[in-house]
């Protein structure tokens, strides 16, 4: 049994380990299946850019809701340029290939 999981063990936390494990399996998982119904009613650019947008105020609004502070304007400027490389450099050849495919 690998260490992670007999630390796990050890310490009572073996199935918060497992559920959480899970969790990633099934959300990444259903990932490229949601993509691939996305592509069918919608531009690969577009659904990829929506998810992101999307994901981007989810994660603002929860920061937001445990009170912590707006971005600074360099924080904004680094956030634009790391996820406009993600969005438009990695995932938006992932999802132009799954219509190619």
């Excluded at 050890?10 to 259903?30: F, S």
Aim: no cysteine; proline share 5%.
């Amino acid at each position: 049994m690998p260490t992670d999981f007999k630390l796990a063990a050890q310490n009572g936390r073996l199935v918060p380990l497992l559920v959480a494990l899970l969790i990633v399996y099934i959300v990444w998982g259903t990932t490229y299946y949601a993509l691939g119904v996305a592509m069918a009613s919608m531009p690969p650019l577009l659904m990829n850019g929506a998810r992101f947008v999307l994901a981007g105020l989810v994660m603002l609004a929860i920061a937001r809701a445990q009170g912590l502070a707006w971005p600074t304007a360099l924080q904004w400027r680094h956030a634009a340029v790391v996820g406009g490389l993600m969005a438009f450099g990695a995932m938006a050849t992932v999802a132009v290939s799954g219509v190619a495919h």
